[in-house]
Protein backbone atom coordinates (compact mmCIF):
# COMPACT_ATOMS: atom_id res chain seq x y z
CA UNK A 1 0.00 0.00 0.00
CA UNK A 2 1.17 3.14 -1.12
CA UNK A 3 -0.56 5.66 -3.84
CA UNK A 4 -4.13 5.36 -1.97
CA UNK A 5 -6.29 7.59 -3.24
CA UNK A 6 -8.68 9.11 -1.01
CA UNK A 7 -12.33 10.23 -1.73
CA UNK A 8 -16.14 10.54 -1.48
CA UNK A 9 -19.05 8.89 -2.52
CA UNK A 10 -22.61 10.30 -1.98
CA UNK A 11 -25.92 8.55 -1.75
CA UNK A 12 -26.41 5.37 -3.57
CA UNK A 13 -25.01 4.36 -7.22
CA UNK A 14 -27.57 4.92 -9.78
CA UNK A 15 -27.60 2.53 -13.20
CA UNK A 16 -25.31 3.50 -15.61
CA UNK A 17 -23.39 5.98 -13.05
CA UNK A 18 -19.27 5.53 -14.11
CA UNK A 19 -16.80 5.40 -11.21
CA UNK A 20 -16.05 9.35 -12.49
CA UNK A 21 -19.30 10.34 -11.69
CA UNK A 22 -19.82 8.01 -8.27
CA UNK A 23 -16.46 8.83 -6.73
CA UNK A 24 -14.96 11.97 -5.99
CA UNK A 25 -11.88 11.76 -5.50
CA UNK A 26 -9.83 14.54 -3.03
CA UNK A 27 -6.58 16.23 -4.64
CA UNK A 28 -3.71 14.45 -3.38
CA UNK A 29 -0.99 16.87 -4.80
CA UNK A 30 1.04 14.06 -7.00
CA UNK A 31 1.90 13.40 -10.18
CA UNK A 32 1.80 9.55 -9.45
CA UNK A 33 -2.46 9.89 -8.73
CA UNK A 34 -2.39 11.58 -12.23
CA UNK A 35 -1.55 10.53 -16.03
CA UNK A 36 -4.01 7.41 -15.93
CA UNK A 37 -3.24 6.14 -12.40
CA UNK A 38 -7.28 5.74 -12.15
CA UNK A 39 -8.29 4.10 -15.33
CA UNK A 40 -5.08 2.23 -15.35
CA UNK A 41 -6.25 0.49 -12.25
CA UNK A 42 -9.83 0.30 -13.33
CA UNK A 43 -9.01 -1.84 -15.90
CA UNK A 44 -6.37 -4.08 -13.98
CA UNK A 45 -9.87 -4.12 -11.43
CA UNK A 46 -11.51 -5.46 -14.37
CA UNK A 47 -9.44 -8.54 -15.49
CA UNK A 48 -9.98 -10.13 -11.98
CA UNK A 49 -12.31 -11.77 -9.62
CA UNK A 50 -13.36 -9.15 -7.40
CA UNK A 51 -15.29 -9.79 -4.23
CA UNK A 52 -16.98 -7.82 -1.41
CA UNK A 53 -15.13 -8.89 2.17
CA UNK A 54 -15.48 -7.21 5.65
CA UNK A 55 -13.57 -7.36 8.95
CA UNK A 56 -13.86 -5.08 12.27
CA UNK A 57 -11.23 -2.51 12.87
CA UNK A 58 -11.72 -0.81 16.32
CA UNK A 59 -15.69 -1.63 16.28
CA UNK A 60 -15.80 -0.55 12.94
CA UNK A 61 -16.71 -2.86 10.23
CA UNK A 62 -14.25 -2.04 7.24
CA UNK A 63 -15.86 -3.57 3.78
CA UNK A 64 -12.82 -4.25 1.07
CA UNK A 65 -13.39 -4.99 -2.69
CA UNK A 66 -10.41 -6.85 -4.15
CA UNK A 67 -9.22 -10.09 -5.36
CA UNK A 68 -10.35 -13.12 -2.61
CA UNK A 69 -6.71 -14.75 -2.43
CA UNK A 70 -5.07 -10.85 -1.29
CA UNK A 71 -7.68 -9.87 1.46
CA UNK A 72 -5.64 -11.24 4.22
CA UNK A 73 -2.66 -8.87 2.92
CA UNK A 74 -5.14 -6.32 2.47
CA UNK A 75 -6.74 -6.43 6.31
CA UNK A 76 -3.07 -6.40 7.41
CA UNK A 77 -2.28 -3.24 5.58
CA UNK A 78 -5.50 -1.74 6.74
CA UNK A 79 -4.71 -2.45 9.92
CA UNK A 80 -1.44 -0.95 9.98
CA UNK A 81 -2.42 2.57 8.44
CA UNK A 82 -5.26 2.68 11.07
CA UNK A 83 -2.25 2.21 13.25
CA UNK A 84 -0.17 4.97 11.29
CA UNK A 85 2.52 2.54 10.67
CA UNK A 86 2.23 2.11 7.10
CA UNK A 87 3.92 5.12 4.94
CA UNK A 88 1.92 6.07 1.99
CA UNK A 89 2.98 8.88 -0.75
CA UNK A 90 0.19 11.60 0.94
CA UNK A 91 -1.85 11.80 3.79
CA UNK A 92 -5.56 10.16 3.41
CA UNK A 93 -7.33 10.81 6.65
CA UNK A 94 -8.19 7.34 7.62
CA UNK A 95 -7.42 6.58 10.91
CA UNK A 96 -9.47 9.58 11.66
CA UNK A 97 -12.62 7.62 10.88
CA UNK A 98 -10.76 4.63 12.78
CA UNK A 99 -9.74 6.66 16.30
CA UNK A 100 -12.60 10.01 16.27
CA UNK A 101 -10.09 11.04 19.21
CA UNK A 102 -7.45 11.98 16.51
CA UNK A 103 -9.60 14.09 14.74
CA UNK A 104 -8.92 17.89 13.67
CA UNK A 105 -10.98 20.20 16.32
CA UNK A 106 -13.65 17.13 16.25
CA UNK A 107 -14.37 17.50 12.60
CA UNK A 108 -15.38 14.54 10.97
CA UNK A 109 -13.65 13.82 7.71
CA UNK A 110 -14.98 13.85 4.45
CA UNK A 111 -12.95 11.32 2.76
CA UNK A 112 -15.32 8.06 2.67
CA UNK A 113 -13.79 5.82 0.68
CA UNK A 114 -10.26 4.84 -0.11
CA UNK A 115 -8.96 3.12 -3.60
CA UNK A 116 -5.59 1.58 -3.66
CA UNK A 117 -4.62 2.15 -7.06
CA UNK A 118 -1.14 0.14 -7.22
CA UNK A 119 -2.81 -2.84 -5.69
CA UNK A 120 -6.53 -2.57 -7.04
CA UNK A 121 -8.98 -2.62 -4.23
CA UNK A 122 -10.97 -0.67 -2.40
CA UNK A 123 -12.55 -0.36 1.02
CA UNK A 124 -14.48 1.78 3.04
CA UNK A 125 -16.64 1.73 6.14
CA UNK A 126 -20.47 2.10 4.08
CA UNK A 127 -21.06 -1.09 3.09
CA UNK A 128 -23.29 0.50 -0.09
CA UNK A 129 -19.96 2.46 -1.10
CA UNK A 130 -18.13 -0.49 -1.77
CA UNK A 131 -21.04 -2.12 -3.21
CA UNK A 132 -21.43 0.99 -5.51
CA UNK A 133 -18.13 1.01 -6.63
CA UNK A 134 -18.35 -2.09 -8.40
CA UNK A 135 -21.10 -1.18 -9.67
CA UNK A 136 -19.80 2.02 -10.53
CA UNK A 137 -16.29 0.16 -12.40
CA UNK A 138 -18.66 -2.31 -14.37
CA UNK A 139 -20.46 0.90 -15.81
CA UNK A 140 -17.00 2.12 -16.45
CA UNK A 141 -15.30 -0.60 -17.97
CA UNK A 142 -18.14 -0.91 -20.41
CA UNK A 143 -18.16 2.72 -21.32
CA UNK A 144 -14.19 2.55 -22.13
CA UNK A 145 -14.43 -0.67 -24.11
CA UNK A 146 -16.82 1.37 -26.49
CA UNK A 147 -13.99 4.02 -26.97
CA UNK A 148 -14.32 5.97 -23.68
CA UNK A 149 -11.58 7.14 -21.89
CA UNK A 150 -12.82 7.23 -18.00
Same mark, same amino acid.
Given at each position: ?51 ? #??? $????? +? %? ?12 ? &? ?39 ? #??? $????? +? %? ?12 ? &? ?10
Amino acid at each position: MYILQAGTVKGEWEPGQKVTEYFRPQYMGSSEYEFGAMSKSLRAMNTIKMKD #LKF $NLNDK +M %IYVLCKPQEFDQIK &SDIFRLAAGTIRLKERVGFSEWIYPDTRYQGEEPDDNIWWE #LDK $NYVFS +M %IPKAVEGFGCALNA &SIRYMNKGGTK
